[in-house]
Nanobody, 113 residues
């Protein structure tokens, strides 16, 4: 059974940093691309980033240059390092794998002074 569990969300001031984690189980983590998405209040899902099995990364325009995604295939964990956070980054962040529809429940990130 595929499981994805996000953690690391918090309340942070504008300009601050957070690192999110996504613990994966139930599939061969290292073989699949993994993605981060977010959903802001009252809005639809927004793609944030993807990291391929060969570690190539891609980012949405709104986060490019501020966010960095990485993975630890030995620990089956996906990361999202978020720097220079802005109030518009406030959202529930969740991870997805590319082998099926399963997504995690998400972790809340709130950027506010």
């Amino acid at each position: 059974q595929v499981q994805l569990v996000e953690s690391g969300g918090d309340l942070v001031q504008p300009g601050g940093s957070l690192r999110l984690s996504c613990a994966a189980s139930g599939f061969s983590f290292s073989l699949y691309a993994m993605s981060w998405f977010r959903q802001a209040p009252g809005k639809g899902d927004e793609w944030v980033s993807t990291i391929d099995s060969d570690l190539k990364t891609r980012y949405g325009q709104s986060v490019k240059g501020r966010f960095t995604t990485s993975r630890d295939n030995a620990k089956n964990i996906l990361y999202l390092q978020m720097d220079s956070l802005k109030p518009e980054d406030t959202a529930v962040y969740y991870c997805k794998w590319t082998g099926g529809p399963t997504r995690g429940r998400g972790t809340q990130v709130t950027v506010s002074s």
